[in-house]
């Protein structure tokens, strides 16, 4: 089911929160971020998005956009082992996002990849019937990220625990690949404590989940978080501050909860916190950035940087929310088969 797809999209950027308020979590570590990233999304190459503020006045499309289901003719019971897979391995979705993307783009999430969770949920400060949105008792911006995050777990934990096997966080300029991040799960426990997501190397020993890229919690990783760790100051950081990814991951480790290896058999990645662009030109991530440092596995420039069984990309406009619908799931090239693995093409920088 797997197509080889090149979109020009943006960049996946952890947020990070203001220093006034920092137990637990180092001054010095949120300055030597704050240095390392802002050289890249300060000066953005080629317009993309490389922040949420890039994004922030982005509007996605009026009205929903259709496409044919897939009950028509042309795909008909193409998606039946992703349909039946769907029925075994459960899926949980949260989306952050806040009153003011409601609209613009928690909907068009919706629309698109969310409905492929057996479950999506919109975290949000506001109710909205629309979407429908859960609210939270906390504030909205960076600060309270990691606030957010904690409840958010809370909630799903104290309302739909039994019901779904893998619990994911997303943001609302996510795009989820569902089918293939149920492939990666299908042969794990979700009894045992794990989660996966893009892994990076500083800060904690045993590396922590890219935020932007999304990350998957089992079963018993968030029974450990919400019973164990959030209302527990040696294991989880108790206010609201501090970068989420991180927090979540020394939270992780704390927990006994493992840092799972998400990359498939050819040592590819799945979860990409820069879109497909920046992994598939050579020299468009420049040899300096911080990316390079922050990869807890090498990786490869060129086509071998993605798998063809990716999952997640960050910084998706609204309207390239569609796109990729309509790359993944209705454009076919006749006469090629989806169960081929054509060698890959190397792409030469000029």
Not at 88 to 116: E, Y
Not at 299 to 309: K, P
Request: glycine share 8%.
């Amino acid at each position: 089911m797997a197509i080889g797809f090149i979109f020009g999209l943006s960049v996946s950027l952890l947020t990070i929160s203001k220093t006034q308020y920092l137990p637990n979590y180092s001054k010095n570590i949120l300055r030597s971020l704050q240095s390392q990233w802002s050289q890249y999304y300060t000066h953005p190459p080629n317009g993309h998005a490389h922040s949420h503020e890039d994004l922030e006045d982005e509007e996605g499309p009026p009205e929903i956009v259709m496409f044919h289901n897939g009950n028509d003719s042309v795909h008909r019971d193409e998606d039946l082992l992703a349909r039946q897979l769907a029925e075994k391995v459960k899926v949980l979705c949260w989306v952050m996002t806040q009153p003011k993307n409601h609209k613009s783009k928690a909907r068009h999430v919706k629309a698109t990849w969310g409905r492929r969770c057996n479950k999506v949920l919109f975290m949000s400060s506001k109710e909205d019937e629309d979407l429908p949105t859960v609210k939270l008792k906390v504030g909205e911006g960076r600060d309270n990220l990691w606030g957010k995050t904690k409840n958010a777990f809370k909630h799903v934990y104290q309302n739909h625990f039994e019901e779904y096997d893998w619990f994911v966080k997303a943001d609302d300029d996510t795009y989820m690949v569902i089918e293939n991040l149920r492939y990666l799960l299908k042969d794990y426990n979700s009894s045992h404590p794990l989660y996966f997501g893009r892994k990076f190397k500083p800060y904690v020993d045993q590396g922590y989940m890219s935020g932007g890229a999304g990350y998957v919690l089992s079963k018993e990783a968030l029974r450990r978080f919400v019973e164990d760790g959030v209302d527990d100051g040696e294991l989880c950081r108790l206010d609201n501050g501090g970068a989420e990814d991180v927090e979540i991951g020394k939270c992780m480790l704390n927990l006994g909860v493992e840092a799972g290896d998400s990359r498939d058999s050819e040592g590819r990645k799945r979860f990409m916190p820069f879109v497909p662009e920046h992994h598939l030109i050579p020299g468009h991530i420049p040899e300096d950035s911080w990316y390079w440092k922050y990869q807890y596995y090498e990786e490869e420039e060129g086509l071998a940087a993605c798998s063809d069984l990716a999952i997640s990309f960050h910084y998706v406009s609204p309207k390239e929310m569609y796109v990729f619908e309509y790359l993944i799931y209705h454009l076919r090239p006749f006469g090629i088969s989806s169960n081929s693995k054509p060698e890959d093409t190397k792409v030469e920088q000029l």
